[in-house]
């Protein structure tokens, strides 16, 4: 009976220092008058970042946290530092974060969702940002095995961090009428960006290959905060690039040219086909096309994804895919399934960067385009960072 007694004064102890800190974290969020919170399938790193450096310039006190490809922590004056965790990603990341943001006193807090079960999508919003402004950049097939199997079921998911009575813009373009009465719902006011605002000529300010949708994104944020155009643009041209972002590194070697992009961040099929669209009409290609598909074991679904697109849409486009990483036998047959030739297909398994260097090189004439696809997991990052090493120039 006495341990009972000691057990339950525990339990009522608990309860209490947790609604105490409940108590503490309300009145530290809500002491930051502009808070972002940024979700969607693709671009969410990047418009974080663009979001933040654009009301910076425009001289708001902003913190910024990103999670993308690898955590960052964004203070006022633009300087990044890498977030540590001593386990794996837990949405109690973002408590910590308020929690610095309220101590320097910023008046702005920009925060890359990092949810992806229905529930913490809904916890992180209403629990923990309680966002003024709600951003959606997109709905694509991603992360069916929590979010949903069709895009509609996907954008109920993500749909639980709009806010209500405030603000959600989003460049969703294709069932952008789910978003506008999910908000209608919830009596926000929808803010739909095209990305022909910005123009090709604006978009030449970057140093890095970046999309329009999410410029077009951050600078209709940043206007809705009366920052101006001009002001934000100028400061997102001096935004860092998140490690995933859409990168082209040239690499001479043996009297040869290849073209590496990396686009392993963009591992869903409607982003991957974009990002080729983009080169193919806006930079074109240099000499053999080439894609070179990472796969993990732990994502087949998407490696499938991907093989279907390649085999069904890009077919008469590319003149080889390669296959690196685990699982590549099984994503061989899929891709051959799907309408690929056989003889396109180099099935290189579980590697190193330096044989697939050696490969593409040796699949080169003089010129070649390599667009790096399906995931910067597993062989992914060291494989872009072996390719970035070997260039001698980063083009725009």
Request: proline share 2%; aromatic share 8%; net charge neutral.
């Amino acid at each position: 009976m006495y341990s009972f007694y000691i057990l339950l004064i525990m339990i009522i102890t608990a309860a209490i220092v947790g609604l105490i800190e409940f108590v503490r974290h309300q009145k530290r969020i809500y002491s930051i008058p502009i808070r972002i919170h940024i979700n969607g399938t693709r671009g969410k790193s990047s418009v974080t970042r663009l979001v933040g450096a654009g009301l910076r310039a425009g001289g708001i006190s902003t913190i910024t946290k990103v999670t993308g490809t690898f955590p960052r922590l964004i203070i006022e004056d633009g300087t990044e530092t890498y977030i540590y965790r001593k386990s794996t990603a837990n949405i109690i990341e973002q408590l910590s974060i308020v929690k610095y943001a309220a101590l320097r006193k910023a008046q702005a807090l920009v925060m890359e969702c990092m949810a992806l079960q229905p529930q913490y999508q809904w916890i992180t919003e209403n629990q923990m940002i309680h966002s003024n402004i709600s951003v959606m950049t997109n709905i694509r097939l991603d992360h069916v095995d929590v979010m949903g199997h069709s895009l509609p079921e996907i954008a109920e998911t993500l749909g639980k961090t709009i806010p209500r009575n405030e603000h959600l813009f989003t460049s969703e373009n294709v069932i952008p009428h789910t978003l506008k009465e999910m908000a209608d719902k919830r009596d926000t006011e929808s803010h739909f960006v095209d990305s022909k605002s910005v123009t090709l000529e604006e978009m030449k300010g970057f140093s890095y290959i970046e999309h329009r949708e999410n410029v077009a994104l951050a600078l209709a944020i940043c206007q809705h905060l009366e920052v101006n155009r001009e002001t934000a643009l100028k400061g997102m041209y001096q935004a860092v690039p998140d490690a995933g972002a859409l990168m082209c590194f040239r690499v001479k070697a043996f009297q040869k040219q290849l073209f590496f992009y990396n686009a392993f961040a963009a591992n869903d099929p409607d982003s991957t086909l974009m990002v080729w669209q983009k080169i193919r009409d806006e930079i074109g290609f240099e000499g053999i096309r080439i894609v070179l598909l990472n796969t993990r074991h732990d994502r087949l679904d998407r490696a499938r994804q991907l093989a279907e697109m390649a085999g069904k849409k890009l077919t008469d486009e590319i003149d080889y895919l390669i296959l690196m990483g685990q699982s590549t036998d099984v994503v061989e047959n899929m891709s051959v399934n799907y309408g690929l030739s056989k003889k396109k297909i180099i099935n290189l398994g579980w590697t190193t960067p330096q044989k697939v260097f050696e490969k593409v090189l040796f699949i080169t004439e003089k010129n070649s385009t390599i667009i790096a696809i399906g995931n910067m997991g597993g062989m992914g990052a060291e494989t872009a960072e072996y390719f970035e090493n070997r260039s001698s120039i980063k083009n725009d």
